[in-house]
C-alpha cells in the first residue's frame, strides 16, 4: 500500500550525539552543548534532520546522565538552559529538530523526589518511587536481578523498606502507579516541547508499567495505557517524533506502540537483530558467532511486519552497542568497504535510519587492555561479577573489547590533532589511538570516503520516494554470505546485493533480477547475467522500471 500521507520523520535520518563524546568547547574534557553548536554546519552537510541528544539534564552522571536529578535543569559541565535555546534555534535554522532523552522509568538517587522520599515513610514523594518491606527472613522481596548486575533492591537503613531499580541502586524506579507522578512528568514533558524541541527518545519505555511483586519488569499490564495517557496530556495535537527504547519489543507489540490507530509513539527501537548475536544465557559477554541467515530473517521479519501499518526505526549502533563496522563489518582489512556497504544496506530499508556519532567515519571499537581505561558502570560492575565468580580477567576483557558500551563512548575524531581535536584538556575517556587515521577532516578530504557515502545516502532519502515508502522482498533468503532485497514504489524498484564476507563471493541472481539496473547512488550500470562475483564487502545496486 502507498502511503498517502506522510509524517515529516518518515523521510528524515536522525543522527545520535552522545554530548559527552562529541566536542569539547573549553577544554575540561567533556564534550558540552557549545561544543555542539560548533559542529551543526557538519551536520548539515551530512544532511540529516533530527539529533537525537543523549541525557544533557543535571545528573551526578553514575550512568552519563542516564539517572537525573532535575528534569528542568541543563547539568552545568554541558551548559546552560540558554545554551540548549541557542542550540534548539540554531539547529532549526539549519533544518535540524532535537530529540531529547526522556528517561522516566527511573530518577537519579540524588532527584529532590528520592531524597525526599527516603527521608521518611510519610514523605509527599514516598509512593514516587517502589518501596517494599524485606522477606520474612529479611532478605530481598524477591530474586529480580537489575541489568547492571546484582539484585534490583537496595535497603534503605532509615526507613527499613527496600527500593527498586532496574539499573544501578543509584538509578531508584519511579512508581508510574501513582497519578501525581504521572502529571509530574507530563508537566515536565510540555515544558520541553513548549521550548521548541521536535520530540523525545524514551528511554527503555517497556519497563515503566513494571509490577514487581508479580516478577513483571517489562511490558506490565498498564504499559500502553500509560503511553496513551502520556499520548493525550503532551504529544497530541503537536508535530513530533517520539522513539521508544523497548528491548522486549516484537513486531507484534511494535504496532502497539506505533499502529496508526494508535495514539502512542511514532517508532521503537527493537533489538531483536542484536540479541540474535548474544548468547542465551550469558548474554552480550559471550557472543556467538556472527550468522547473517539470523540477521537477515530478524530484519526482514521486522520489514514485513511493519510495511502497511506502524514504523521501522533503522539502526545498527548506538551509545550501548558496539561499532558497527567492528561488529558486522571487518574494522581491519575492509574498514572502508564494509562501512559502506553496511550503510547502503540499512539506509535503503524501509524505515527511520539513525546514524550514531563516528559511524559516518567508520570508527571502530577501541582496544582497551585494561580495566582501568573503562569508564562504563555497566562494565565496570559486570567485571566485579566476573572476578567475584572466578572467572578469568583476559576473558572479561575481550567480551568488553568486543561488546561493551565504552567502544562507542570514546571521542569523536573530529582530526589528527591530540586527542582526535575532540578537547585541549585531557578526555574523560581516551580516544581511540586510530584517530590518527580514522577522522572528519581525513574523510571530508576523500571523496571515496565512508563520509561522502552517508552524504549521498541521507541525501537519496530527501529525493527518491521509494526510499521512503517502497515494499522490502527479500531474495536469496538462506545465502549465508549475501543480503539481497529489492523495495518496489508503483512500477519502479531498488535492488540491494550486498556481500558480508571479505572473500569473493559468486552467487546465482534470481531469473526476476536479471538484466539491466540504471545506477543509484554512484554505482556504475549493472548488466545481471544468470551469475554474479562480489568482491569483498561489495554492494550491488540499481534502479529499474520493475515491480515486485
Ligand atoms: O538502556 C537500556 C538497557 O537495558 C541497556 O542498559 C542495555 O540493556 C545494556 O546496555 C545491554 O547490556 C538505556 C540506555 O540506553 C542506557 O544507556 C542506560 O544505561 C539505561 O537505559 C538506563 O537508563
Ligand atoms: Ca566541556
Not at 560548533?38 to 541525557?55: A, T
Not at 513486531?251 to 495514539?263: C, E, F, H, K, N
Not at 540477521?295 to 521501522?312: E, P, S, Y
Not at 549502533?317 to 559502506?340: F, I, T, W
Request: glycine share 8%; with cysteine.
Amino acid at each position: 500500500m502507498t502511503q498517502t500521507t506522510r509524517h515529516w520523520w518518515q523521510s528524515a535520518t536522525v543522527y545520535q550525539i552522545y554530548p559527552r563524546s562529541f566536542a569539547d568547547s573549553n577544554g575540561d574534557g567533556i564534550g558540552d552543548i557549545p561544543g555542539i553548536i560548533g559542529k551543526l554546519d557538519y551536520l548539515r552537510e551530512l544532511g540529516i534532520g533530527v539529533i537525537w541528544l543523549s541525557p544533557i539534564c543535571a545528573s551526578p552522571m553514575r550512568d552519563n546522565g542516564y539517572d537525573i536529578a532535575d528534569y528542568q535543569a541543563i547539568a552545568p559541565m554541558f551548559g546552560t538552559l540558554d545554551d540548549f535555546d541557542r542550540l534548539v534555534a540554531e539547529a532549526k535554522a539549519r533544518g535540524i529538530g532535537i530529540l531529547l532523552d526522556l528517561v522516566v522509568n527511573h530518577t537519579s538517587d540524588q532527584h529532590r523526589w528520592f531524597l525526599d522520599a527516603r527521608s521518611s515513610r510519610e514523605s509527599r514523594y514516598r509512593d514516587y518511587y517502589v518501596w517494599r518491606d524485606p522477606a520474612p527472613d529479611g532478605g530481598l522481596p524477591n530474586d529480580i536481578q537489575s541489568t547492571f548486575g546484582g539484585p534490583a533492591w537496595t535497603l534503605d537503613p532509615v526507613t527499613g523498606q527496600y527500593w527498586f531499580h532496574q539499573f544501578a541502586p543509584e538509578q531508584p524506579d519511579l512508581n508510574w502507579g501513582n497519578p501525581e507522578l504521572r502529571a509530574d512528568i507530563y508537566r515536565m514533558m510540555n515544558w520541553w516541547l513548549d521550548r521548541g524541541i521536535a520530540g523525545f527518545r524514551m528511554d527503555v519505555i517497556n519497563l515503566i508499567a513494571k509490577e514487581p511483586d508479580r516478577g513483571i519488569t517489562a511490558d506490565g499490564p498498564k504499559l500502553h495505557d500509560y503511553i496513551q495517557e502520556m499520548h493525550r496530556e503532551t504529544l497530541a495535537g503537536r508535530d513530533v517524533m517520539t522513539v521508544g527504547e523497548s528491548w522486549s519489543a516484537t513486531p507484534a507489540t511494535a504496532l502497539l506502540y506505533s499502529g496508526r490507530d494508535r495514539a502512542e509513539l511514532s517508532m521503537v527501537f527493537q533489538f531483536e537483530h542484536v540479541m540474535q548475536q548474544w548468547h542465551e544465557t550469558w548474554g552480550k559477554w559471550q557472543p556467538k558467532p556472527f550468522d547473517l541467515v539470523a540477521l537477515k530473517r530478524v530484519i526482514g521479519r521486522w520489514q514485513t511486519a511493519l510495511a502497511d501499518d506502524g514504523w521501522n526505526s533503522l539502526f545498527w549502533g548506538n551509545h550501548d552497542l558496539p561499532r558497527a563496522v567492528s561488529k558486522y563489518g571487518d574494522d581491519k582489512r575492509y574498514r572502508v568497504e564494509s562501512a559502506r556497504m553496511l550503510a547502503t544496506v540499512l539506509h535503503l530499508l524501509k524505515g527511520t535510519p539513525y546514524v550514531y556519532q563516528g559511524e559516518e567515519i567508520g570508527m571502530t571499537n577501541v582496544p582497551f587492555s585494561s580495566i582501568e581505561q573503562y569508564r562504563d558502570i555497566e562494565t565496570l560492575n559486570m567485571h566485579r561479577l566476573h572476578l567475584e565468580a572466578g572467572l578469568p580477567e583476559a576473558d572479561f576483557i575481550t567480551g568488553a573489547n568486543e561488546n561493551g558500551r565504552d567502544n562507542s563512548r570514546t571521542p569523536m575524531q573530529w582530526n589528527d590533532a591530540a586527542h582526535a581535536g575532540f578537547t585541549t584538556g585531557t578526555p574523560w575517556i581516551e580516544a581511540n589511538p586510530n584517530y590518527e587515521r580514522i577522522n572528519v577532516a581525513a574523510a571530508e578530504a576523500d571523496p571515496e570516503s565512508i563520509l561522502a557515502h552517508y552524504r549521498r545516502l541521507i541525501a537519496l532519502r530527501r529525493t527518491l520516494p521509494l526510499v521512503i515508502d517502497g515494499r522490502y522482498t527479500p531474495w536469496l533468503e538462506a545465502h549465508p554470505e549475501v543480503f539481497a532485497y529489492t523495495r518496489t514504489l508503483g512500477t519502479q524498484s531498488l535492488l540491494v546485493i550486498a556481500n558480508f564476507t571479505a572473500r569473493d563471493v559468486t552467487i546465482d541472481i534470481p531469473a526476476a533480477l536479471r538484466g539491466d539496473w540504471q545506477p543509484l547512488l554512484d554505482a556504475a550500470p549493472a548488466l545481471l547475467r544468470e551469475r554474479a562475483t562480489l568482491a569483498p564487502f561489495e554492494v550491488i545496486t540499481g534502479l529499474a522500471d520493475r515491480s515486485f
